[in-house]
């Protein structure tokens, strides 16, 4: 049951220029929506997450976006650098501290110099 | 910066042997978990912990898993006869009390078994 999903495997964006990463997901007890990257061998960082009452968070050059009616979100990467290159997950999260966070399958960015 | 850290990063076993995988999460959370990342597939959840007993676990998280906190800092994942698919990088997480639902993740354990 994929109740977050990243359609899209792979990205490829030239340095300077935007990356946009989407993301739908079917649970509407979803609470919190985030973003994180992550390097081989290394653990998920955090990135940046919104809350369900809102429809937009920024945080430098990381923004995300949150459709609740499309149950979409997607992460924006303005201006794209060459060190932004990783894996990005998706993940949502129920209200609660003990809810676990629901990650997607990743899309793996490559920002090209 | 606190952190999360995982003990060992590294751990090849034979198949049938138990495995003991060790977190220390940071020091204020209240908040635990397992996940896991077979290779080149998403982070799957495993199981959470808080106030000493599982709060939530996972199909995968069945009767050959176990956790502990036995002694009010380590958090450990035990698995009690490995099998070939339980190769994966395992990942240690911890929450503050309140906050944003984010997780701080440790730097994962890689189990390799033979």
């Known amino acids: 049951d994929q109740q977050v999903k990243q359609n899209s495997p792979s990205l490829s964006v030239q340095e300077g220029r935007i990356s946009i990463l989407n993301c739908d997901y079917t649970n509407s007890m979803f609470d919190y929506f985030l973003w994180y990257k992550k390097y081989p061998a290394e653990g998920p960082t955090f990135l940046i997450s919104i809350s369900s009452i809102k429809d937009k968070n920024e945080d430098g050059r990381f923004t995300v976006f949150l459709n609740k009616s499309a149950k979409h979100l997607s992460l924006h990467i303005v201006p794209s650098q060459p060190g932004d290159s990783a894996v990005y997950f998706c993940?949502?999260?129920?209200?609660?501290?003990?809810?676990?966070?629901?990650f997607g399958t990743g899309t793996k960015l490559q920002v090209i110099p | 910066e606190p952190e999360v850290t995982q003990t060992p990063s590294h751990q090849v076993t034979q198949m049938g042997q138990e495995v003991i995988l060790r977190c220390v999460p940071i020091?204020?959370?209240?908040?635990f978990y397992w996940y896991r990342q077979i290779l080149g597939q998403k982070v799957e959840f495993l199981v959470s912990?808080?106030?000493?007993?599982?709060?939530?676990k996972s199909e995968i998280f069945d009767d050959q898993f176990s956790v502990e906190r036995p002694d009010g800092s380590n958090f450990t994942l035990k698995i009690r006869s490995t099998k070939l698919e339980d190769s994966a990088m395992y990942f240690c997480?911890?929450?503050?009390?309140?906050?944003?639902?984010?997780?701080?993740f440790g730097e994962g354990s890689r189990l390799t078994v033979l």
């Open positions: 912990f808080y106030n000493n007993e599982i709060s939530e």
């Open positions: 993940a949502a999260s129920g209200s609660g501290g003990y809810q676990k966070v629901t």
């Open positions: 020091s204020n959370h209240l908040y």
């Open positions: 997480a911890s929450r503050p009390r309140v906050g944003t639902g984010e997780l701080f």
